[in-house]
Each structure stands twice: as C-alpha cells, then as structure tokens.
C-alpha cells in the first residue's frame, strides 16, 4: 500500500541551525505530497504542498522540492527558531476519487533551543 | 472565511459508557468531511470520510461511527468506550480531492 517515512522521529537543534527532515513515500501512483505542522494540543496546520515532480513548495521559511526520482520530499530550514518546535508530518494524497485520503508518516518532533 | 469547530474541548468518560463528538464547518459549501484518530505521541490516523450529507464511508475499524447529519456537521460516535479508544480525535474538511484543513481537535480520556 502507500506510505510515507520520516526517518527522524525526533530532532534536537539550537536557534539558527540548519533543518532538515528526510521524507520518502512509495505510492502506486503520482501522489500530491504534504507537509504539516502540528503543535502541542492543536490540529495539524498545512505548511504546503507540492504535486509535480520538481515542484518547490514553501512557506514560513521552510521548504521541500518534490523529488519523483527518489521518491523524496524532505522538508529544510536555513535558520531554525525556538517557536519552530512542533511536531512534523509528511503525508501523500492519491486523486483518484473526489474525496481527500491522506497517509501521513510517523511523524517527526523538532526541538530548537535558545 | 472558513472556520472549524469542535465539542467538545475536552472529555474524560469511563469504559462501556457512550460518546458523541461533533464539528461543525462554516463557511464552506459541501465540503468533504473528515475524523481522525491520534495516539499520544502517534501520527493520524483516518477513521471516516463523507463527500456528502447522509453518506459516510469507513476507512478503519475502531468500534466507532460516523454521520453527517447536516452539510455543515459531522458527529462520531459509539455506544461503548473501550480503553483504546483513548486519544486525540481531529475533524478535517477539504474541497474535493486536495488538502486537508484540520480542527483543533477534542482530547478523550477513557478510564
């Protein structure tokens, strides 16, 4: 079936480090792919997304380049903050119906101190 | 603009008892519908989808259900707790086959 891996479950950084969280899917077929912020207590809020191969997205200084060559879409920062410290998802989305059915992986919890 | 709400914040009820949660969504015209299931400390998983009112489908078997009484509502249920059942339960909407946009989300204690 389709999945996505985070291979981090759990960073630790200092302000103004360099970010990256590694995120490869597998899917059957050509997934829109996700990322998602989620901080403690609240719902996951979309960072953004990306749908073709090549395809940058961004947002809040974060970005991923959808790589369909290696099934990747790992998500950087150039200068992490200490408000950057939440939980992070990656998930995929197949259009193959008229309804949303995101995968989203493990889950990947960033820790930046001052 | 779009808003999302859910009921309630908060609940803390004993096994075998009932459970309704509820969102409502305003501001969107037959949105498609959404509840996820999160362990603490898990990632999300969906339970149940509807595309339209009266019309809901299961994607997981939690000894839950779900069901879309109103365009704008969405409601989970079942008749009794498990311990399992424990978790954080997030309602999303999202306009055909795009992204999601979640909720706050309702945290249940099952004791």
């Known amino acids: 079936g389709d999945s996505v891996t985070q291979t981090e479950g759990q960073v630790a950084l200092s302000e103004e480090d360099f970010l990256t969280i590694h995120c490869n899917y597998s899917?059957?077929?050509?997934?829109?792919l996700f990322w998602y912020v989620q901080y403690p207590g609240e719902g996951p809020q979309l960072l953004f997304r990306a749908s073709r191969d090549k395809e940058k997205g961004s947002s809040r200084g974060f970005e991923a380049t959808y790589d369909k060559g290696t099934t990747s879409f790992h998500l950087r920062k150039a200068s992490v903050q200490e408000s950057d410290s939440a939980v992070y998802y990656c998930a995929l989305s197949l259009a193959s119906s008229s309804f949303s059915k995101l995968v989203f992986g493990q889950g990947t919890s960033l820790s930046v101190v001052p | 603009a779009q808003t999302i709400h859910q009921w309630p914040v908060a609940e803390i009820k004993a096994v075998g008892s009932p459970l309704s949660l509820g969102c409502t969504i305003k501001?969107?015209?037959?949105?498609?519908l959404y509840w996820y299931w999160q362990a603490t400390g898990g990632t999300l998983q969906q339970l149940f989808y509807?595309?339209?009112?009266?019309?809901v489908e299961s994607v997981v078997q939690l000894n839950l259900s779900a069901s879309r009484p109103k365009d704008d509502q969405f409601i989970l249920s079942t008749e009794k707790l498990l311990l399992s059942h424990s978790g954080f339960y997030l309602c999303?909407?999202?306009?055909?086959?795009?992204?999601?946009?979640f909720g706050p989300g309702t945290r249940l204690t099952v004791l």
């Open positions: 509807s595309i339209t009112v009266g019309q």
């Open positions: 899917a059957s077929g050509y997934p829109t």
């Open positions: 999303a909407w999202s306009l055909g086959e795009y992204e999601q946009y």
């Open positions: 501001g969107k015209s037959s949105p498609n």
